[in-house]
């Protein structure tokens, strides 16, 4: 699976809300057994992709002070000019 970049300081999205709430209207309304196994299918497979997915996480840090941690991403081609006419500036 593709490995996704987050950043650190994030809260985790994890789907707690919409499990409770939809559990508690299904309960409150008191439907059919076949909708609770409706129900509890699919939000089973959504909490192992939501599980897998923050497994496949890569953080980073954005006031990383570290070489390795700022390489992580490849600058654009707009960044590398644009270091190399600020560079060329400073040398002036």
């Given at each position: ?9 994030l ?5 707690f ?11 409150y309304f ?5 909708y ?8 089973s ?44 500036k400073?040398?002036?």
């Amino acid at each position: 699976m593709k490995k996704h970049f987050v950043i650190t300081n994030l809260p985790v999205r994890l789907p707690f809300q919409s499990t409770i709430l939809y559990s508690f209207l299904l309960y409150y309304f008191q439907v059919d057994s076949l909708y609770w196994g409706i129900f509890i299918t699919l939000y089973s497979i959504l909490w192992i992709i939501a599980i897998v997915v923050k497994f496949n996480e890569i953080k980073v840090d954005l006031n990383a002070t570290k070489d390795e941690e700022k390489n992580i991403f490849k600058q654009s081609k707009f960044q590398e000019k644009l270091n190399e006419l600020m560079k060329t500036k400073a040398s002036e």
